[in-house]
């Protein structure tokens, strides 16, 4: 499913309304916990497409240091709830840059998270995803003290700040390479920031370890002009599958996305009011944008799906495509698609997980807050 108008701008558990996916006319909704999302190159509140988050319970496994609450996000639909898993260990290396003791009332503390479980695998999109409590306002403490090892080497990747897509947090810092992660890669992640400064007024109070692996490098590429869904593993392709995308009124975005949850079934209905009710269970739904884009199973778009692009946005497969390819994803994985929007209209950077649609140069200067 695709567009969505906005509700709130505040978080909130509610029914949304978007586009449906199907061939059908009328709208649909995703009952999910939204929030807003400013653009993060700008800061600028946005004034369209808002965000709904990642059910991060089973797919991510929010880190923090044991004992310490992650402020995890709870799937509406489905009423899990994000948890800190066990594996998650607090850093035992010493602070880089204490924070200020002058005279005055106590700094606020920051706590901080990672989307990422330790132990956890992903695809090779996926950026660390860092989560704060309270919103840090320097960088420089931060990026001096973290570091990330790719296989034991160093990364040679940016942060880059960005207000929340988790919901329940204040702000969030992205890291990532110029290009995807190496496919079957340990990735180990140090945040000795305990004690620093997060700006004035602020600390972090806890320091924080967690080390994921990455899966096979699972890059799809959809072809508007073939009207195919093409997955590549490590290199080899190993599936072709017919799709029907975004319609001429509803194009699908442009972009590289990349997949944030896996829901079967996903819950759609229509609004009250709505001149032609329905309320559908869509089977085998992947999402890539917080705005609505699936890529879904759509048995009654079957006559379109490899000739024509009627949906209002999202990606239709048949039933047995979308099943295998539901099975097949990695929370992480990459799904590139070069000429699907007639407009050459790409996925927004913050409409879910749009990081790789910008480029190295914006990304590495550090988004909110600038690196040091």
Not at 226 to 242: I, K
Request: charged content about 15%; proline content about 8%; aromatic content about 8%.
């Amino acid at each position: 499913m695709h567009r969505i108008a906005r509700r709130s701008a505040l978080l909130i558990v509610a029914a949304f309304a978007l586009a449906g996916c199907s061939a059908a006319s009328g709208t649909v909704v995703v009952t999910r916990t939204i929030t807003s999302n400013p653009d993060p190159t700008t800061s600028r509140p946005v004034n369209s497409d808002p965000g709904v988050q990642p059910a991060t319970a089973g797919s991510s496994g929010i880190s923090s240091p044991s004992g310490a609450s992650s402020g995890g996000a709870t799937d509406s639909a489905s009423g899990a709830s994000a948890t800190s898993p066990a594996g998650s260990t607090p850093s035992t290396s010493g602070p880089a840059e204490s924070a200020s003791t002058s005279s005055g009332p106590p700094p606020k503390p920051v706590h901080v998270s990672t989307f990422e479980g330790d132990g956890k695998t992903y695809g090779v999109g996926m950026a660390v995803m860092v989560l704060f409590s309270a919103a840090p306002t320097d960088s420089s403490a931060f990026t001096k003290a973290a570091t990330v090892t790719v296989d034991g080497e160093p990364a040679r990747g940016a942060w880059f700040w960005q207000q929340p897509t988790v919901p329940g947090y204040a702000m969030e810092a992205l890291y990532r390479e110029q290009d995807y992660w190496p496919g079957h890669a340990s990735i180990e992640v140090n945040l000795p920031v305990d004690g620093l400064s997060a700006g004035p007024g602020l600390v972090y109070e806890d320091s924080l370890s967690v080390t994921f692996s990455t899966g096979a490098a699972h890059i799809s590429t959809v072809n508007n002009e073939t009207h195919t869904l093409t997955v590549t593993s490590d290199g080899t392709a190993v599936r072709q599958f017919p799709v029907s995308l975004g319609a001429a009124s509803t194009p699908t975005y442009d972009g590289t996305k990349v997949v944030m949850e896996k829901d079967n079934p996903e819950r759609m209905k229509s609004e009250p009011g709505d001149p032609d009710p329905y309320d559908l269970l869509v089977p085998w739904s992947v999402r890539l944008t917080n705005s609505g884009e699936f890529i879904h199973a759509a048995s009654w778009n079957t006559g379109n799906i490899g000739s024509r692009n009627t949906s209002h946005g999202c990606t239709n497969l048949d039933v047995a495509d979308a099943k295998w390819f539901y099975d097949f994803s990695l929370i992480g994985d990459v799904v590139q698609y070069p000429d699907a929007n007639p407009n050459d209209k790409a996925q927004p950077s913050w409409d879910g997980w749009g990081w790789w649609n910008l480029s190295w140069a914006q990304w590495s200067r550090g988004g909110m807050l600038l690196n040091h």
